[in-house]
């Protein structure tokens, strides 16, 4: 069975940047897509980006021009490079990979998990202003 293993993350002042990295194992993202989601203590689970194969690559409103997703060449790893981070940003950030379309948003990230897809393990962000 297949897995995502999340790295990066961590803490940062505004302004700062981070990058979040997603590896997979036991498949790659030749026959899947992938995306970020976030989810912020009370608020909804937001889907962030999303690397889609036949569709156009989204990103939420919030962090248009601000973050980018992208993939390594051998298709195993998805990144999530956020730049300009404001203290809104602060989350738990999670990679999924699944068949697209992606949900904009869902109650809860773990309960989305069960619903669809692999889920990575989560990493917090934190952006102190």
């Known amino acids: 069975e297949g897995q995502l293993v999340q790295s990066g993350g961590g803490s940062v002042q505004a302004g700062g940047s981070l990058r979040l990295s997603c590896t997979a194992s036991?498949?790659?993202?030749?026959?899947?897509?992938g995306a970020w989601y976030r989810q912020v203590p009370g608020s909804e689970c937001e889907l962030v980006s999303s690397l889609d194969r036949f569709r156009p690559t989204y990103y939420a409103d919030s962090v248009k021009g601000r973050f980018t997703i992208s993939q390594d060449n051998a298709k195993t790893t998805i990144y999530l490079q956020m730049n300009s981070l404001k203290p809104e940003d602060t989350a738990v950030y999670y990679c999924?990979?699944?068949?697209?379309?992606?949900?904009?948003?869902?109650?809860?990230?773990?309960?989305?998990?069960?619903?669809?897809?692999?889920w990575g393990q989560g990493t917090q962000v934190t952006v102190s202003s």
């Open positions: 036991g498949f790659t993202f030749d026959d899947t897509d």
């Open positions: 999924v990979a699944a068949i697209g379309p992606f949900r904009v948003s869902g109650s809860w990230c773990s309960n989305m998990a069960r619903d669809f897809g692999s």
